[in-house]
């Protein structure tokens, strides 16, 4: 499997480094593909532009690096909506869900404001938006799944890590190990591996400089065994939803 780096963000939304710096340094550090993945809102009246200057750097870096097109939508409501308009997805290789923050019936979860709320109540809300999450299609990559309820103190113990596991097979989505927010011996990570959910490594970078600096654990788990995900495969047998 080729060694990549599928999640990274340039100054198209809030990375401090132009695309072309961030595919030229995934090229030095070794890797054979790499994706920008820029954060967007459904508002973003930029991604047609991002997305027809990624395609030209395709071809200007191509011979050398592998480069992918994508966008990360944060999850907004219980129906696992996310924010990023329907027309965006046939611009881009890929699609990122991802949660920063929790939805609840009206608005979201406050770490601060809600200190107070039974976390079974955040898990529940959390529990009924990441399955419908896995239910969108528009979404190909489930990204630092539990990332924001380590935020909330919530542990794994608190968690159905087997009813999760199932939903993320039968879902057919790719399974992130995102080195800034998860660790390898995650238990989601763990059972979805033993049950060959295609795992991606990832940086999260947002810079060259984190690139460079999480290129070490990346190189690192992307060597544990794991079943890496085929992404050439992936995006040529996709269905891209109208």
Known sequence: MMLMDLHTHSNYSDGKNTPEEMIQTAFELGYEAVAITDHVWRTSAWVPDYAEHLKQLKTQFSGL???????????????????????????????????????????FYSKTKDAHISRTEIVEHWLVSFRRMLDNPL??????????????????????????????????????????????????????????????????????????????????LSNRGFQRVDIERYIRNKNIPK
């Open 65 to 107: 690096i592998r480069v992918y097109s994508g966008i990360e939508a944060k999850v907004l409501t219980l129906d696992g909506d996310i924010d990023a308009d329907a027309s965006f997805r046939p611009l881009v290789d890929l699609v990122l869900g991802s949660f920063h923050r929790i939805p609840k019936p009206k608005g």
């Open 139 to 220: 979404v190909d990559i489930i990204a630092h799944p539990l990332s924001e309820l380590k935020g909330f103190g919530i542990q794994h113990s608190q968690l159905p890590i087997k009813e999760l596991v199932d939903l993320i097979v039968v879902s057919g989505k790719i399974l992130e190990i995102n080195v800034r927010y998860n660790s390898v011996d995650d238990q989601i990570i763990q059972m979805a591996a033993e049950q060959g959910v295609p795992i991606l490594v990832s940086s999260d970078s947002h810079s060259v400089i984190d690139m460079v600096n999480n290129s070490v654990l990346v190189k690192d």
